[in-house]
């Protein structure tokens, strides 16, 4: 029994190859440590790559300094990590970092948002994420996806909204198209249950709500049906 490892590098890519043997079996370790850049459809992907895999047929992969950029740079995440495992068949796992929006006046978003990546999709979805929209915020649990046209899909659910703590806006769904250059803004619609309660008063009802920001408009409308 024993064990022999090597190292080289092929085109800038330092691998390590591992091989134990002993009772009349073998077990081969190969890792790979690099740099990449890469394009999932429209969506952008760069950052370091550590890959080992074994002669069993699985693999384990881990992505540091993670960058992602979705609708030709409007959404950004940076600062990623991600963990990803190989079965023989599929590779499959999920990335965390930081979105931000750029180029998009009076619009900004905050939060953490978990990137799931597949070998022909990519997911991005954050929990208690905030829009902001012409001074009011949108609270929610948002999902992103490229249209591949340069704008940018956003579902919301859970949506949550609070105008001057005395009127809030909850149970909420919305969906919002989010663009720069020609297409700069944002535009949607959504609706859900809306509350007013100051001291005396108390009402409720169905709500709708409707956002846009394109074209020089500054929309941000919410209208009730008493109920």
């Known amino acids: 029994s024993g064990e022999l490892t090597g190292t080289g590098d092929v085109s800038g890519v330092?691998?390590?190859v591992t091989v134990s043997f002993g009772n009349g079996t073998y077990h081969i370790a190969v890792?790979?440590?690099a740099e990449f850049a890469e394009n999932l459809g429209p969506v952008s992907i760069s950052g370091k790559v550590d890959a080992s895999a074994s002669s069993e047929g699985t693999g384990q992969i881990a992505l540091t300094n993670l960058d992602i950029s979705m609708g030709g740079g409007i959404l950004t995440i940076t600062g990623g990590s991600a963990s990803f495992g190989y079965?023989?068949?599929d590779i499959s796992g999920t990335a965390t970092g930081t979105v931000m929006l750029n180029g998009v006046s009076g619009v900004t978003l905050g939060g953490t948002v978990t990137v799931t990546i597949t070998k022909t999709t990519l997911q991005v979805a954050g929990t208690g994420m905030n829009l902001s929209v012409l001074g009011q915020t949108i609270?929610?649990?948002f999902t992103f996806v490229d249209n591949g046209d340069g704008t940018i899909e956003v579902t919301v659910q859970n949506l949550n909204i609070s105008l001057a703590g005395a009127i809030s806006v909850t149970n909420g769904s919305a969906d919002f198209k989010i663009g720069s250059g020609?297409?700069?803004g944002i535009k949607g619609t959504g609706s859900g249950m809306l509350a007013i309660n100051l001291p005396g008063v108390s009402f409720g009802s169905a709500f709708s709500i409707s956002v846009d920001t394109t074209?020089?408009?500054s929309t941000f409308l919410i209208s009730a049906n008493p109920i």
């Open 14 to 16: 330092t691998g390590t």
């Open 182 to 184: 020609a297409n700069a």
């Open 139 to 141: 609270a929610g649990d």
């Open 31 to 33: 890792g790979v440590s």
């Open 215 to 217: 074209g020089g408009q």
């Open 87 to 89: 079965d023989g068949t």
